[in-house]
Nanobody, 124 residues
Framework: QVQLVESGGRLVQAGGSLRLSCVAS????????MGWFRQAPGKEREFVAA????????KHADSVKGRFTVSKDNAKNTLYLQMDSLKDDDSAVYYC?????????????????WGQGTQVTVSS
């Protein structure tokens, strides 16, 4: 199994920046890619960004392109999400997830393990 623990969520003003972290432990050798998803109240969980664990191929949702950047530090088994120019619509619980499926996928059902989530609230 893989354990994932997110951190970094907090209240931030619109236009501000925030960096989320997700530390992976356990069978990390089985990870092919890792992703960030978010879920706002009353909405479905949506894909934000993902990165391959070996190499650094990335994919970002259109809604965050140019504002959010996914990255990783393999030595620390840590996934990051740098969020800049935050908007009210970015308020949500942010989850990291790991996948053993080859290729980067936006489908949450393709991810095997999930963290508990971290709350990001953007105030205008």
């Amino acid at each position: 199994q893989v354990q994932l623990v997110e951190s970094g969520g907090r209240l931030v003003q619109a236009g501000g920046s925030l960096r989320l972290s997700c530390v992976a432990s356990g069978r990390t050798f089985s990870i092919y890619s890792m992703g960030w998803f978010r879920q706002a109240p009353g909405k479905e969980r949506e894909f934000v960004a993902a990165i391959t664990w070996i190499g650094s191929s990335t994919k970002h949702a259109d809604s965050v392109k140019g504002r959010f950047t996914v990255s990783k530090d393999n030595a620390k088994n840590t996934l990051y999400l740098q969020m800049d120019s935050l908007k009210d619509d970015d308020s949500a619980v942010y989850y990291c997830a790991s996948s053993q499926t080859h290729g980067i996928t936006v489908n949450p059902e393709s991810y095997d393990y999930w963290g508990q989530g971290t709350q990001v609230t953007v105030s205008s």
